[in-house]
C-alpha cells in the first residue's frame, strides 16, 4: 500500500489573505498614530498659548512697558506673536488694520509661534450646532463660550474680528498687571479653542485657553 503526503503550502487565497489583513492593521495604525500626533500638536498649542500669556503679563510688568499677545489667520496659515509697544508709539487699530504687517504695527516681536494646519492643528467652532455651551467656573464665569463667526480663527475665538489681512485677536497686557481685550466686544475676557483637524474631520478632545479680564488669570481646560 503506497501513502501519499501532502505537502502544506500557502495558495493564491491565502496570500491574498495576509496581504488584506497586514493593510488593514497598517491604516489602523496609521490612523491612531495620525489622530495621536494631532492630539498632542492641540495639547502642545493651547499650552504655549498659556505661556505666551504668563510671559506676556510678566514682560509688562517687570520692564514697564505695555506687552500684545496678537492672534492673526489670513485663512491659509496663523500664528501667534508677543508684542512689547511702547504707548508713545501711538494708538493703532487692532481690530480693522494689518496686525501682520511690522512696519505699520511698530514695536518690537519677542517670540512667534506659527502654527501649522498641515500639522493637524485647528479650531473647535464654539457655535458649532452639534456642541453644547457649558459654563465657566469662576472666575471665568462671565466669559461667553460663543465666538462672532464659523470656521478658522474667527469661529474658535470669543475675542476675534475680521480686518485687513484676515482674522485677529489681540490682548494688551499692562505694566500694572492687568489685561484688556482690544478686538472683540467680551471685555470679561477672552477663549481660545483648539481641535484635531484631519482629513475626516475634528476629532479628539479640543484644548480651551481662557483668560480673564482686568486680572488675567489663565486656565486651560
Not at 496609521?30 to 492630539?39: D, F, P, S, V
Not at 504687517?101 to 493637524?120: I, M, P, T, W, Y
Not at 452639534?130 to 462671565?142: D, H, K, V, Y
Not at 483637524?197 to 488669570?217: E, H, K, L, Y
Amino acid at each position: 500500500m503506497s501513502v501519499r503526503s501532502r505537502v502544506a503550502g500557502i495558495t493564491l487565497i491565502e496570500l491574498l489573505v495576509v496581504v488584506a489583513i497586514i493593510g488593514i492593521l497598517a491604516m489602523l495604525a496609521g490612523t491612531a498614530m495620525m489622530h495621536g500626533t494631532a492630539r498632542a500638536r492641540v495639547s502642545n498649542a493651547a499650552f504655549e498659548v498659556g505661556a505666551l500669556y504668563t510671559a506676556a503679563q510678566l514682560r509688562a510688568t517687570s520692564r514697564g512697558v505695555p506687552h500684545y499677545v496678537v492672534f492673526h489667520d489670513n485663512g491659509t496659515d496663523f500664528g501667534v506673536y508677543l508684542l512689547e509697544r511702547p504707548d508713545a508709539l501711538g494708538a493703532y487699530d487692532w481690530a480693522g488694520a494689518d496686525v501682520v504687517d511690522e512696519a505699520q504695527v511698530r514695536g518690537a516681536r519677542v517670540e512667534h509661534l506659527r502654527l501649522s494646519k498641515e500639522s493637524g492643528l485647528g479650531f473647535m467652532d464654539l457655535d458649532a450646532p452639534e456642541l453644547e455651551p457649558r459654563p465657566l467656573p469662576a472666575p471665568f464665569a462671565s466669559i461667553s463660550l460663543t465666538a462672532p463667526g464659523q470656521g478658522g480663527l474667527l469661529g474658535g475665538c470669543s475675542f476675534c474680528t475680521t480686518g485687513t489681512g484676515g482674522v485677529r485677536g489681540v490682548l494688551r497686557f499692562s505694566p500694572d498687571g492687568t489685561l484688556r481685550v482690544m478686538t472683540g466686544s467680551t471685555e470679561p475676557g477672552g477663549v481660545i479653542a483648539f481641535a484635531p483637524d484631519t482629513r475626516n474631520g475634528r476629532s479628539g478632545t479640543p484644548r480651551v485657553v481662557v483668560i480673564a479680564s482686568p486680572a488675567g488669570a489663565v486656565r486651560i481646560f
